[in-house]
T-cell receptor, first 113, second 112 residues
Framework: DTAVSQTPKYLVTQMGNDKSIKCEQNLGHDTMYWYKQDSKKFLKIMFSYNNKELIINETVPNRFSPKSPDKAHLNLHINSLELGDSAVYFC????????????FGQGTRLTVV | GENVEQHPSTLSVQEGDSAVIKCTYSDSASNYFPWYKQELGKRPQLIIDIRSNVGEKKDQRIAVTLNKTAKHFSLHITETQPEDSAVYFC???????????FGAGTRLFVKA
């Protein structure tokens, strides 16, 4: 049983396209996150959601729009993809606030060409 | 703003030696300090964590120390093994918050 699962695992697309990454957790957690890991391995938070509500938006461009239909799902839609969006995107979840263990999905490697 | 600095960026040790990774944080409201291990091509996974009311915590070959006054915390791995080779991230978070700040990562190589 995968605790946090995200799809797809790999995504290769052209500049200007729109794409989505899906994330689901079966841990019953209240909080979900999106992180971006660039080529230098920096792991940076993008969004935090608690009970479907946006709590943190770390100055991410408007082209990135997260959506949480319920507290078990947090999807990420990206419009007008740019070369600089190429990275590994990790979904994660935690019980309650961020001062508890975060469980990460397996990552989605996005390559924009 | 909040910041977590991590050193060194790369660490190479001989199997059986100890490895130490150090982090400093800027936000005095931080009180939860997890360490994550990320193997090549895999997801980050928690290996140990410490809270601000504790100065040291140990789990087999891994230990963390926290100096809240100096805003320093460190990861110690003893008797390193080749399977310890990975990228290690320190992180800091505050009570009741929804944001964890990660350090830049340390790539640890354990040579057999």
């Amino acid at each position: 049983d995968t605790a946090v699962s995200q799809t797809p695992k790999y995504l290769v697309t052209q500049m200007g396209n729109d794409k989505s990454i899906k994330c689901e957790q079966n841990l019953g957690h209240d909080t979900m996150y999106w992180y971006k890991q660039d080529s230098k391995k920096f792991l940076k938070i993008m969004f935090s959601y608690n009970n479907k509500e946006l709590i943190i938006n770390e100055t991410v461009p408007n082209r990135f729009s997260p959506k949480s239909p319920d507290k078990a799902h947090l999807n990420l839609h990206i419009n007008s993809l740019e070369l600089g969006d190429s990275a590994v995107y990790f979904c994660a979840s935690s019980q309650g606030t961020s001062d508890t263990e975060a469980f990460f999905g397996q990552g989605t490697r996005l390559t924009v060409v | 703003g909040e910041n977590v600095e991590q050193h060194p960026s790369t660490l190479s040790v001989q199997e059986g030696d100890s490895a130490v990774i150090k982090c400093t944080y800027s936000d005095s409201a931080s009180n939860y300090f997890p360490w994550y291990k990320q193997e090549l091509g895999k997801r980050p996974q928690l290996i140990i964590d410490i809270r601000s009311n504790v100065g040291e915590k140990k789990d087999q070959r891994i230990a963390v120390t926290l100096n809240k006054t100096a805003k320093h915390f460190s990861l110690h791995i003893t008797e390193t093994q080749p399977e310890d080779s990975a990228v290690y991230f320190c992180a800091a978070s505050g009570t009741g918050g929804f944001k964890t700040i990660f350090g830049a990562g340390t790539r640890l190589f354990v040579k057999a």
